[in-house]
């Protein structure tokens, strides 16, 4: 893959954010002739074998709601074969239960393409147990089920990330058109851990375009609705702290992005469709430097954020106006309430959203629920009732032609 | 890329057809872990390392008429770096010079990407004298230069890759929407080369589905409506001399496909949007059995043609019914007066024509014009032509960072 070469970078504290840059090539060509990344290039070429590297050790989780199999079908294609599928899925599972059928159709998929995955339904009894064990019982709601919600599905799909012992983690959302889009989004995940020069590293994506039914013919916008609030105010934050204007962050809202299971490990999560844009005011929080750290090891290093920009638009489909002012109302909550949040950044979301008409005048944002970091859960009481309790939890181990069976993505042996 | 294991195929003299063989992963990981296609698999893999093999040795050649710059660029950007990359334009150049703009952003991307490209206008008189030197006057219109059509500008294509001395040459339509299938295409065509065991061999792509806009949303249709008729017709007449009913064809239309330039160059080239179902027609005529074939070496041996099935969908403009009804009709055309063509199928065509209204009752099809093969052309007096005299001819060579040029992608030394 090649990328544009970019040169700024905004620091807040330790955490350092990479302007947008942009993939110029989704194939770079072979090592035969590739010269190594120099100076005063305009493009940065990642090769074939170290995107490999990195794949080989790279968990995808795909949250999962009411997808058809198709569109499901489309996005695991898509997904580079070196890479571990992960689907957590929120499914209805009445009349038709549609987890099942999502199942089967990874199962068939990856028996097809001789790969494993894991596959797990959020709403499973026995993953509420196997959260509540491991330490999150704020996860739990009033039916004693995992909380629906985004944030919440992607808290699980770190916890399997992390017992499968790889070392990166990333997210795909499942409602997507274009296999080749979700390809080139885990080559530029890949091609920008690769590039990271801290164990803590973190990708987020910026779609090159969202194309949209507009008068009955296609049209191609350049930001999604709810990005373009998150971002500004994400912002304005850290122009406030630095006295300079900064549209650094292009990515407040990325549901693609990847990380270091180091740094997976550390981040607190969000639940809801507050998880992404929380991901930046976590990391503002814990290495920003305002407040104290619990992790000097990180604060004596750096995190860095890449943002890539896809050559790909983004064909999903349209889940309307209600779907897209929840995201953007979720993120400015969790922004609001950071402590970090400078009165100048309070002051103008209130103002947003009242203006808006979601907010009454005078009134708050609501608070959004935050959960701890994976890495204070007790992860192998949790793969325990996993395995005894959770009967929607699969593992699909790469079935070799002559019939033999490889190891399970996730062996309880190997749990410290 | 792993594909689809499949067993079918079809013949016709020497001519042999595979079934439609789906694509089921975009890419099938390192080269660590895998192990030879083996019998009994439900799949064949083509590793990574063989299909950058093909790509050193693959021309694609991107037929473009007054796309936009953006448009184009994505598609340039789906091109695997190891293929070479020309442009033949018929856009307009009056009252902008619409040429000149795509020239340039070619030249750009490709100043950026690092690697070379040629770019030509159909409509350039230079040309149209190279090819009047190099023989095929018929190409050649009333106003003194190389006709409009689509097939016109394939010749034209396919000359110039023979002239760089690739092995292979490929074609990608410029109105697409999605940099991944572009990417798809390509991949695919090297791995349908790879997995040939003839030197004349061809390999078509059929889209996964075509999305259209209707009724306000997106539907996925499988098969495009000039494809269904130009199938039907060209399967009943494989049918006609088996004595066996077949669906074996399922890419008549195929705007994308590959080549060996071994088999480019001995095939015949028709105008207009005749130019790809032609290719079968002329296959069956040439290699088929029935005729006299002017190259024992290849009946001696076999022309394969591989059909891909895509993972991507085949988002581009829709260019109305007109252009589809064009495609229709010129396709039928040249099954029509094919004389490998039997009775039955003619007097299908004539009534199937007839009920559409787009032949009198009684009336014959038109003919369409057929080409010499590019083999047959003075080769080294087209390049001499076209260096001095066509002004719109552009070889871009790679620079490399250092202000480096390599040699351009056709050197005159090189032409025996």
């Known amino acids: 893959m090649r990328l544009e070469h970019t040169h700024l970078t905004e620091r807040f504290g330790a955490v350092r954010i990479h302007e947008l840059q942009r ?42 709601k009411n997808e058809t199999r198709r569109v499901i079908e489309g996005v695991l294609s898509g997904i580079p074969h070196d890479c571990l599928i992960v689907l957590v899925s929120n499914s209805a599972r009445t009349p038709v239960d549609r987890y099942e059928i ?17 596959t797990i339904h959020q709403r499973d009894p026995g993953l509420a147990a196997a959260l509540k064990v491991a330490g999150v019982p704020d996860v739990i709601d009033e039916d004693g089920l995992v909380r629906n919600g985004k944030g919440e599905g992607m808290l699980v799909g770190i916890a399997l990330a992390a017992l499968t012992k790889r070392r990166y983690v990333g997210f795909v959302d499942a409602d997507n058109y274009v296999p080749g889009s979700v390809n080139e989004y885990c080559k530029a995940f890949a091609a ?48 406030e702290y630095s006295g300079f204007g900064t549209e650094v962050i292009a990515t407040g809202n990325a549901g693609e992005h990847a990380m270091t299971i180091d740094l997976a490990r550390r981040m607190r999560i969000a639940g809801g469709f507050a ?15 305002v407040m104290d750290s619990n992790h000097p090891d990180v604060m004596a290093g750096s995190v860095g954020i890449r943002q890539i920009e896809t050559r790909n638009p983004h064909f999903h489909d349209d889940k309307g106006e209600n779907h897209v002012n929840d995201m953007r109302l979720q993120a400015l909550n969790v922004l609001y309430h950071s402590e970090v949040c400078l009165p100048a950044v309070r002051d103008a979301i209130r103002e947003f959203l009242t203006a808006q008409g979601a907010l009454e005048p005078g009134a708050e944002p609501p608070r959004e629920r935050v959960y701890p970091p994976v890495g204070a859960l007790a992860l192998d009481q949790l793969l325990d009732v996993l395995a005894s309790e959770a009967r929607t939890f699969r593992q699909i181990d790469r079935r070799l032609p002559e019939g033999v069976r490889t190891d399970p993505p996730i062996q309880r042996t190997t749990i410290a």
Chains 1, 2 share one sequence.
């Open 102 to 118: 999502e199942a089967q159709t990874v199962a068939e998929y990856c028996r097809l393409a001789e790969r494993p995955a894991l």
């Open 275 to 289: 998880v992404e844009p929380y991901q930046y005011v976590d990391l503002f929080e814990q290495f920003g430097g």
């Open 192 to 239: 920008g851990l690769h590039l990271a020069d801290s164990p803590y590293a973190m990708v987020r994506i910026s779609w090159h375009s969202k194309p949209k039914l507009q008068e009955g013919r296609l049209f191609f916008s350049r930001r999604g609705r709810a990005s373009q609030v998150t971002n500004h105010f994400l912002n304005q934050l850290i122009a």
């Open 23 to 64: 993939v110029i090539e989704l194939d770079s060509g072979g090592s035969g002739e590739h010269h190594p990344t120099g100076h005063g290039r305009t493009s940065e070429i990642v090769p074939a074998d170290a995107i490999r590297a990195i794949e080989r050790e790279l968990v995808v989780v795909i949250p999962c």
